[in-house]
Every structure is written in C-alpha cells, then in structure tokens.
C-alpha cells in the first residue's frame, strides 16, 4: 500500500473483512460524519504524524458515534510510539496475522460499538463538553486511565488515552482530572510522585548542589577521612603525601580503612571563590523555561491512576448538566428559552402600544467556560458560584434571563433607559473579567453587548435575537 490511507469497515469487524481506503493527502477536508454506520476506523500507520493527525481528528468530532469509534492501526511499526499505539484500541499487522489476537481484537469492538449505541443521542453532534467526552470514552472502554511515563512531554507523564481529546495537551489535563475527581465522578488509586516546575509544569528538574556563599554549581568533592589514633578529622588533601596517606597531625601512616582510619563524610569545595563547607545548598533547574528555584517551592504532584465511578457511568448514559448552569439557577431562575421568547414578544408589543419607555435585550458570552473547570479544579464551583452573584447583581426582579448555551446567556433588562444598560452591563463585565483574571492563567474573553426595545423598531424577538447573536 502507498500513501497515507484510512479504513472503514462496512460492517462489524470478520474474518473476510471488507473495507474502504481513502487516500487522505488532504485529511482537513475529510468528512467523518459520513461514516458513523461503520463498524471501526483502520488507520494505515505510514507515519507517527499522520496516524496521530487523523486519531485526533476522530478523537475531537462532537458526534459520539464518531469519536467513540474502535480505532485500530494497521501495521503500526517501530515508528510509532507507543503512546500513540496505546491512544487507539488495538494494532493490527497483516505480515505477522495471529488468529488469537484478532478474535480478541474483534470483542475489544464488538463490546465499545454496543456501549455507544446503548447511549443518548449517540448519532448527534451533541458534545462539545470534553470532561463530558473523555467520561464517555472511558465509559466505552471500561477501562482504567493509567499514566505512562513519557519524555515528549514536558509534563513527564501522559495519559494517552484521553489526551488526544485535547487540542494542546497541556497541564490542564491534571486539573480536569482534579475536577473529575472532586465531583465523585473519578475514583483514584496512587500511582507516583513527582516534582514539577513552579513556572511552567516541566517534570525535568535538575537539582544542584550550590556553593553557600557564592551559588556557584563549580564544585568538587573531596572524603573527609577521620584518623582514629589521634582523632584528627581532615580533608583527603590534608592527608596526601606523594601519593600515600599520612596524618598531618601525628604524622603516622594511615593505611587500612575501618582499622586505622574512617572516611564518616564529604567536603564540598568551591571552584570558583574557595569556600569548603560540608553542606551545599540545594537548587532546582527547570530544563524547559530555565528558572533556578529551592526545591521545597517547587509543585509536588501525586500522580494517579483513575476509573469512572457508578455516577460518571450513568452521566455518561443520560448527560452531564452543565455545573455552572446548576450554580445559576441557585441564585436565580432561568426561564426555558421558548418562555423567553413569549416574554420578550410581549416586551416589544408593549414597548409600542404604550411608546413611553425601552427596554434592553443583552447579550452575555463567556468564552470557553466549559474549560474553567479544567483550569481550577476543585475551585471551579466556587469561581462559578461568585459568576453566578455577580449576573444576580445586575439583575432586578422584573428581568428575566436564559441559557442559549453553557456559556451563552440572554437577558431581558425591563424599562431601562440606553445609559442605565450600558453602565450596569460594563460593571457586569469588568467584575466577570477580574474575577477570571484573577483566578486562571487562561485569558477568557467575556462579550457583552445589547439592542435596546424602542417603539419605533420593526423586528420580532426572533429577529431581534438573530440580530445580537449574530457574532455568535
């Protein structure tokens, strides 16, 4: 076979397989979606960049018959690794074809295709949250999530299985675990312990031994040796005489260790300005971003290994609801959008009939929300409970809101006047910003912006709500 190829099987995976290539020299403009009836993916391994470029494409498809797909590739080689290898569900080699393997191969799938089609809504594209996909995916594969210790990564480890999901695998991966874990969605067992880069997360510290006055690594070592007839303690260079060992202080011959002589310790010696001390001071060097730090401030990690509990699996069955929308609707109620709707018709009808006051139809959109709680962790709720305070603040009784999305959001502000919304929207934006500057290394961009209900205006609520999510 030539060229970089893509498989599908017509049907479930056989004996007598039947199978469809397609040269995939442009794979952006390859369309997935039209295979979701297919019982697996074979992906040709001519190179580590093609098959990781194609897995990834499958990996971050919303559709779940998509990117739950068996994937398998076919004649893997020595060059790809085996993080990729460990990322699909199985390698395939026709030149070294065992019977065996392949029949285990075929429950492999034959198990995932009957968990993806037993879920909700498996043919939609419906999922765009990625804690929501990688539930999912380990859900299908009834497997457990073990770290691989790795040095592509500047982060040590990796967790191949659900690291594809991520468009820049990075250590938002750790957090979202955290977060997994705080919603008794993860159960976890100890897997390793590590030190990491209190800069930029990198796994490969260097730690030196310093001088104590001048911070010089130039060091050498010499033995402190310990005479036993006199008690004289000194350097090794104290004792070297031409080659032989010779007490400076009572000048006898020092000779066999543990019958005259003892070496209890060391004596670092500095190059560069001649200081010897017995204690060097201890500093870590980040081999990625290269800042020196004493390693007690550096982050200790606990890796983990991790499985789906009881309640991921029926998430992953029936939905997750979105966390931040459950921290809203504490603090407020959201109305059903078709509801808002009605609301917001009446609002313009009334606006006309009675031509002595506006209203104002906001827009808000926070980008990227779904992946707070990938960059918090545990503390997610609580930045999301204090999102949820500050939309309340703007909000008087008579207004009313909606969810368009998990991070999209439309409100009504009754009888109020352009100036009145613009001010109130800008404090809401300026206090939604400092709070995830303040709290995430990630910028979120937060968009606000309204369309105020005159009487002269010709547009329904449907026009009107095309209208300011237009950008959307």
């Known amino acids: ?3 970089n190829n893509i498989f599908f099987t017509r049907s479930e995976i056989c004996y007598n397989i039947e199978v469809i290539a397609y040269d995939c020299a442009d794979i952006d403009k390859f369309q997935y979606r039209d295979f979701i009836d297919t019982g697996l993916f074979l992906i040709e391994g001519i190179s580590e960049d093609f098959a990781r470029k194609v897995l990834s494409r499958i990996r971050q498809s919303p559709v779940p018959a998509i990117y739950l797909k068996p994937t398998i590739i076919l004649e893997p080689g020595d060059h790809i690794s085996k993080e990729l290898q460990s990322a699909c569900d199985g390698s395939m080699s026709v030149r070294r074809f065992n019977g065996v393997y392949f029949q285990q191969l075929q429950d492999i799938i034959e198990r995932i295709n009957r968990k993806t089609a037993f879920l909700d809504n498996a043919d939609k594209e419906s999922d765009t949250n990625l804690v929501f996909k990688i539930l999912r995916y380990l859900y299908s594969r009834a497997t457990e999530l073990v770290p691989m210790k790795s040095t592509a990564t500047i982060y040590g480890f990796t967790y191949p299985d659900v690291e594809i999901f991520f468009s820049r695998p990075d250590k938002e991966i750790f957090h979202s675990f955290d977060f997994l ?3 008794r969605l993860f159960s976890s067992t100890f897997y390793d312990r590590a030190y990491f880069c209190s800069s930029c997360h990198s796994a490969f510290l260097n730690f030196k031994e310093i001088c104590t006055r001048c911070e010089s690594p130039n060091l050498r070592t010499d033995d402190l040796i310990h005479h036993f007839h006199c008690g004289y303690v000194g350097p090794f260079d104290d004792f070297n005489r031409e080659g032989k060992l010779v007490c400076p ?26 200081n010897s001390f017995q204690n060097p001071n201890i500093i870590t060097d980040c081999y990625n971003c290269g800042k020196l730090t004493k390693p007690e401030e550096q982050i200790m990690r606990t890796i983990k290994k991790y499985s789906i509990t009881p309640l991921a699996e029926n998430a992953s069955i029936h939905g997750m609801d979105s966390l931040f929308i459950k921290a809203l609707e504490k603090e407020i109620e959201l109305l059903p959008y078709d509801f808002f709707k009605k609301f917001l018709n009446i609002e313009i009808k009334r606006i006309k009939r009675y031509k002595n006051f506006t209203s104002a139809l906001c827009l808000l959109s926070i980008k990227e929300l779904d992946k707070v709680y990938m960059e918090a962790g545990d503390r997610a709720k609580q930045i999301f409970d204090e999102l949820s305070s500050a939309i309340k603040a703007l909000l008087r009784t008579s207004d009313v809101i909606t969810s368009l999305s998990e991070s999209d959001f439309l409100i009504i502000l009754t009888e109020t006047e352009e100036e009145g919304a613009e001010t109130g929207l800008d404090r809401l934006r300026s206090r939604i910003k400092n709070l995830l500057d303040n709290n995430l290394e990630q910028i979120h961009e937060v968009h606000i912006s309204f369309r105020m209900i005159e009487d002269s205006m010709e547009l329904d609520s449907e026009g009107l709500i095309a209208d300011i999510t237009e950008d959307l």
């Open 1 to 3: 076979m030539e060229g």
């Open 181 to 183: 874990e705080s919603q």
């Open 249 to 274: 202080k009572c000048d006898r011959a020092v000779k066999h260790i543990g019958t005259d002589h003892d070496k209890p310790s060391i004596v670092f010696n500095c190059n560069d300005c001649g």
